[in-house]
């Protein structure tokens, strides 16, 4: 059983920067895949970006790519989003997840085992 919890989120005017962290107890195997997803209000949760808990290449959606980096630190056990360049259209709220079967299609939300309670990012125009 895996527990996430993130954190890091509010409210931050466009063209500045916020850091979300994502802490996971429980065990983390390294084939894991961990993943950032948002979801505004009345709209389906979409992907942000992934990486595997190993290392590796990360993947973006192209709504991010070049503004947000997604990375983990092993030893603390905790996932990150670093988002800059923010706009009135990422404000959503941001959830972190964890898929247990690996690097296979990590941008779909249904593959995923554990999900965090989300957190709230709000960017002023």
């Known amino acids: 059983q895996v527990q996430l919890v993130?954190?890091?989120?509010?409210?931050?005017?466009?063209?500045?920067?916020?850091?979300?962290?994502?802490?996971?107890?429980?065990?983390?195997?390294?084939?894991?895949a961990m993943g950032w997803?948002?979801?505004?209000?009345?709209?389906?949760?979409?992907?942000?970006?992934?990486?595997?808990?190993?290392?590796?290449?990360?993947?973006?959606?192209?709504?991010?790519?070049?503004?947000?980096t997604i990375s983990r630190d092993q030893g603390k056990k905790t996932l990150y989003l670093q988002m800059n360049s923010l706009k009135p259209e990422d404000t959503s709220v941001y959830y972190c997840a964890a898929r247990v079967g690996g690097w296979i299609q990590v941008s779909s939300a249904s593959s995923y085992d554990y999900w965090g309670q989300g957190t709230q990012v709000t960017v002023s125009s």
């Open 37 to 68: 997803f948002r979801q505004a209000p009345g709209k389906e949760r979409v992907f942000v970006a992934a990486i595997s808990w190993s290392g590796g290449t990360p993947l973006y959606a192209d709504s991010v790519k070049g503004r947000f």
């Open 6 to 32: 993130e954190s890091g989120g509010g409210l931050v005017q466009a063209g500045g920067s916020l850091r979300l962290s994502c802490a996971a107890s429980g065990r983390i195997i390294s084939s894991y």
